[in-house]
């Protein structure tokens, strides 16, 4: 008996999908890489550790701060947060673990706590804040035209231009009116 030859199979290759998509502003993207690394460290929004004070109010926030949230496998809720404490703060703050619990469940709006973990340490030491400028009068031309403006921000901005167009060493020679 002869052996029958398989006709040859043809290989058909998926449409290529579009590429790219629309172009991404930075303002859209930087959030991407800042939720990736909280994650990688237990957070799971970053407003934790940035609204740290408001969360558990300005008396705690100077001796701690959150470390991580971890969450057992696949669920989003009973964690455990881990908290730096500054020095001989810790056996108050374990009198007070019960209204750090409270106060970071009401930020997430469900029991997304059960448990905290205390350790001592050294807490980050902020940033500290770089002096005021000093206060530059806007000329009267320049000031004039922002009165009209009704839009708090947009004067508070285009007053801060104007602050700085003043303060150059040399003023353009045609500056128009501002509208």
């Known amino acids: 008996m002869p052996k029958r030859e398989k006709p040859p199979t043809v290989k058909t290759t998926a449409p290529e999908r579009a590429r ?16 990736a690394a909280f ?7 970053s407003s934790v550790v940035s609204r740290w004070g408001e969360i558990v109010g300005e008396r705690y926030a100077k001796v701690t701060a959150p470390e991580s ?16 404490v500054a020095g001989a703060h810790a056996p108050m703050m374990q009198h007070v673990t019960p209204v750090i619990i409270e106060r ?16 001592q340490g050294e807490l980050p ?11 530059v009068v806007v000329p009267i031309e320049l000031g004039e035209s922002l009165r009209t ?9 285009l007053e801060s ?16 009116k501002i509208s």
């Open 20 to 35: 790219g998509g629309r172009a991404r502003t930075m303002s859209e993207i930087v959030p991407d890489v800042g939720r």
């Open 39 to 45: 994650r990688r460290f237990g957070f799971i929004q």
């Open 69 to 84: 949230i971890r969450f057992p496998n696949g669920e989003r809720a009973n964690g455990v947060l881990t908290l730096t």
């Open 104 to 119: 970071v469940n009401r930020f997430f709006g469900y029991a997304a706590v059960v448990r905290v973990v205390m350790r």
């Open 125 to 135: 030491v902020p940033k500290p804040r770089a002096a005021p400028k000093p206060f």
């Open 149 to 157: 403006i009704a839009d708090p921000e947009l004067k508070a901005v």
């Open 161 to 176: 231009l104007a602050q700085g167009v003043a303060a150059a060493t040399a003023l353009p020679i045609s500056l128009g």
